[in-house]
């Protein structure tokens, strides 16, 4: 009986595709496979097999699969109905979450390619311009050339058009040719061939042999030397294992010699796949702390509410050891033979955990984050397949790995806004997808956080989830004392110096002279977030966006953030023609630049996302701060999240208000936890910590909530904003934004669309549309809608079968054709 396979592409399309199983593979084909096949006339896709069946197409002839990839599925079935889960949830194609899923090593494509037409070989029977001549020519001499190629070749953006006249003249064909991306690392090695160094008497003829040839004698001795196994003689398992080729070279060895000693069959010249990760720290006898009464009591109400369910929040104040409560935990599930994932919101954060939990555990610990290259993290998914990893460390994508034995999940800062998706597609909360993994998994989730987000804490104190507090820091060390500094009595009396308040100056000097350490944050990166005339008031904005343009210092240009688009800073008003243009505002730039000229004396770093664009910049970078070569840390959110430092006495937030102002429901709670957060890198040890929080206006009810450390006060206060106004947790949101060239165009279409969620869901449930902040990116021009949907009494999954048909119908209709709709289900 014939089998076949529906297979998931890498396309944004609703659909499984079904190809034949050739004979050759209908014994060993699987569920998770993945497959070569054509889609279309001419491109090669791989695919991932989803299901395997008897049921033959009615309406088609289906085509065969090229090849099978795999030995063994890189994708388990669990992982499958993660996807499936992600797809239907937040209403997008299961293309686009294999795209986000699977390493793009892993997701071989083909390319097109170009050479001459099969037995053409007289070029001058064509009749061909100069153009054509040049890039027939090219071709002939290369054999093969890549679309890139031609353009490189060419001088231009596209060839398209020049190549389809080739093909017209039947003097060029274009091909696909399938690319394989991953490929395991290697690293060459040498040995002397086994049967020498079975029979003595052949490795004394050899000896004897190079006797007139010192160099290579020597690389032979030198070689003997290394295999020599105390007074065994020499080691045929050593010999086995070999060295590698560079080192022996550098030991003084001729490379010469070695590869001659190679052609003559007496050195065998071999290579050996090694891992990319190198050195895993692997602790034969892990450091098991001692934990607190209060963190063993934790520990303990976790494990009990785990037994009837599968979710418990820990609320743990800042420095409360919440980390050791992990630790403790993934022993016991490690014990139990199961894996454990545990997710941080910040790259930055790896390194210094992971040190923490190899030592804790003592089991090697797989890290995944977007900082790694595409074959380490392909490497790592093979990795987690074959189960050489137990423990997996990584940032929000980690949720979407092909685990298969999941015990615990644990996620760190569970608050953090990164593990929301944004660009691109699917818009996947890493939160809200590892509960449905547990529940898939049969799992349990833990979510630590010393601030939750209000979701979280609204689902623990209403009995949805555990709750476990942690009220107490670890051993002696005392919350930071938080002092509000009024900025407008700073400027009125002109006590600033630069960006800083008399105060924070004086805090700074003062902790330097006692050879301690501080951080400063401010939410803002670059030197200047706009240039303006101080005449006329104009405004430096983006060519593209309707937004201001970031000075940056260090590159002397403005830079919009959003599309890219550079430009030198304005020197002369466009608009008055005055000469009168000022910097205004700051960022984490011109604190830097100020901090040395006012502290010139200081070690400065900066950590944002300017600095930190290379894989190993975050480590070395809190590995000048862990060693005290930098006294002083400026940076944006990345510095507020779980860094631990001892010698850290004093923290600067350097601009309280501009987070409270922002325009988002979510912003007061957000500058809560930003501003907590931050306040406790101070005081971890037997220092008292202290924070001065820079701002305008001092009586603000969330800066009252930080000055006392008090969550509970601050949830209480935005619950009841947010039940009155129906935002989570009391509703569900769906948020649209709709793109387009055409301002008025778009408009008409977002009141269409408007109209008929109207009708479909209640004119209630519905709300705009509305201009945003930004309303202008790339020449698209936005406007979003946002439909509001009650927890209670309602049923979700008909509603977004109701939002999806109106979607799809509206794609089509005059007056909508053309607009770009991203559908965000529970936007950040």
């Not at 890189?74 to 499958?80: E, Y």
């Not at 308040?501 to 000097?509: A, D, V």
């Not at 400026?634 to 001892?646: A, H, R, S, W």
């Not at 089509?812 to 950040?828: A, H, N, Q, S, T």
Request: charged share 25%; aromatic share 8%; with cysteine.
């Amino acid at each position: 009986m014939p089998l076949y396979a529906d297979l998931l592409l890498p396309l944004k399309v609703n659909q499984l595709f079904t190809y034949s199983i050739p004979e050759k593979y209908s014994e060993t084909v699987k569920v998770g496979h993945r497959a070569i096949v054509q889609f279309g006339p001419k491109k090669i896709q791989t695919g991932l097999i989803w299901r395997i069946h008897q049921n033959k197409p009615e309406n088609y002839l289906p085509k065969e699969i090229i090849q099978v990839l795999d030995e063994h599925p890189v994708a388990t079935q669990k992982l499958m109905d993660v996807y499936q889960w992600i797809a239907g949830y937040y209403l997008c194609t299961l293309g686009e979450v294999m795209n986000a899923s699977m390493p793009s090593a892993l997701r071989l494509n083909s390319e097109s390619k170009i050479s001459l037409f099969d037995g053409v070989t007289d070029l001058s029977a064509f009749d061909l311009n100069e153009k054509e001549k040049i890039l027939v020519k090219e071709i002939a001499e290369k054999g093969i050339l890549t679309f890139n190629e031609a353009e490189k070749v060419m001088g231009l953006k596209s060839v398209h058009g020049l190549i389809n006249k080739l093909v017209e003249k039947k003097a060029i064909t274009v091909f696909e040719e399938l690319e394989e991306k991953f490929h395991p690392k290697l690293i060459r090695k040498l040995r002397l061939k086994s049967e020498i160094l079975e029979k003595k008497d052949e490795l004394e003829n050899i000896l004897n042999s190079l006797e007139k040839k010192s160099l290579m004698q020597d690389a032979v001795l030198k070689y003997l030397q290394r295999i020599q196994d105390a007074d065994l003689g020499f080691s045929s398992v050593k010999n086995k294992s070999g060295v590698l080729k560079s080192e022996f070279i550098e030991s003084g060895v001729s490379e010469s010699s070695v590869n001659t000693l190679s052609k003559k069959n007496i050195f065998e010249l071999f290579d050996e796949e090694v891992s990319r990760f190198g050195d895993i720290n692997l602790s034969e006898n892990p450091e098991i702390k001692e934990l607190s009464i209060e963190q063993n009591s934790a520990i303990t109400k976790i494990n009990d509410y785990f037994k009837n369910g599968d979710t418990v929040l820990l609320h743990g104040i800042t420095g409360s050891g919440k980390t050791e409560i992990y630790i403790q935990l993934i022993r016991e599930y490690l014990s139990r033979g199961k894996q454990i994932l545990y997710i941080l919101p910040e790259i930055a954060l790896t390194h210094q955990i992971v040190s923490r939990i190899r030592k804790g555990v003592g089991v090697p610990v797989g890290i995944y984050h977007s900082k790694f290259t595409d074959n380490e993290r392909a490497e790592l998914w093979h990795d987690l397949v074959k189960k050489k990893f137990q423990v997996i460390l990584g940032v929000r994508s980690a949720v979407l790995l092909p685990f298969d034995e999941l015990g615990l999940i644990v996620i760190d800062e569970e608050h953090d806004s990164s593990y929301k998706q944004n660009e691109p597609d699917p818009k996947y909360h890493a939160r809200d997808t590892s509960l449905i993994m547990a529940q898939i998994h049969k799992a349990k989730v833990l979510l630590g956080s010393a601030t939750p987000s209000l979701e979280s804490y609204f689902n623990a104190t209403n009995g949805k989830w555990g709750l476990v507090e942690l009220t107490q820091r670890y051993g002696t060390a005392q919350l930071p004392v938080i002092n509000l500094v009024d900025m407008k009595k700073e400027k009125k009396w002109k006590r600033m110096k630069g960006h800083f308040s008399s105060n924070l100056f004086q805090e700074l000097q003062d902790c330097l002279t006692r050879n301690e350490q501080a951080i400063l944050f401010q939410n803002r990166k670059g030197y200047s977030p706009y240039l303006s005339c101080a005449t006329c008031f104009w405004i430096m904005k983006c060519k593209n966006c309707n937004v201001n343009l970031t000075y940056y210092l260090g590159t002397h240009e403005s830079k919009c953030h959003y599309c890219g688009y550079t430009s030198p800073p304005a020197t002369v008003c466009p608009d008055c023609g005055n000469n009168n243009i000022k910097l205004n505002s700051f960022g984490t730039e011109k604190l830097e630049d100020e901090l040395h000229l006012l502290l010139p004396d200081a070690k400065v770093q900066r950590m944002d996302l300017d600095t930190t664009r290379s894989k190993t910049s975050y480590q070395e970078i809190l590995e000048n701060f862990g060693s005290g070569k930098t006294q002083i840390l400026v940076g944006t959110q990345m510095v507020t999240k779980g860094l631990d430092f001892e010698n850290v006495s004093l923290i600067g937030i350097m601009d309280a208000d501009q987070m409270l102002n922002y325009p988002d429901f979510r912003s007061h709670e957000r500058s809560y936890q930003l501003m907590e957060q931050v306040s406790g890198r101070a005081g971890r040890r037997e220092k008292l910590g202290k924070v001065l929080i820079q701002c305008k206006d001092t009586e603000h009810p969330i800066l009252n909530f930080v000055y006392y450390h008090d969550y509970k006060r601050m949830y209480e206060y935005e619950l009841e904003l947010r039940k009155r106004f129906l935002y989570p947790p009391f509703s569900r949101l769906i948020q649209f934004t709709l793109k387009h060239a055409d301002e008025n165009y778009l408009s008409n279409g977002a009141n269409l669309l408007t109209k008929n969620l109207k009708v479909s869901l209640g004119a209630t449930r519905v709300v705009g549309p509305e201009t945003p902040f930004v309303n202008k990116i790339r020449n698209k021009y936005i406007l979003n809608l946002m439909v509001k949907l009650e927890r209670q009494g309602l049923d979700l999954k008909k509603c977004k079968k109701i939002i999806t048909d109106i979607l799809n119908d509206h794609r089509m209709r005059e007056g909508f054709k053309g607009i770009y709709v991203v559908v965000d289900v529970d936007p950040g």
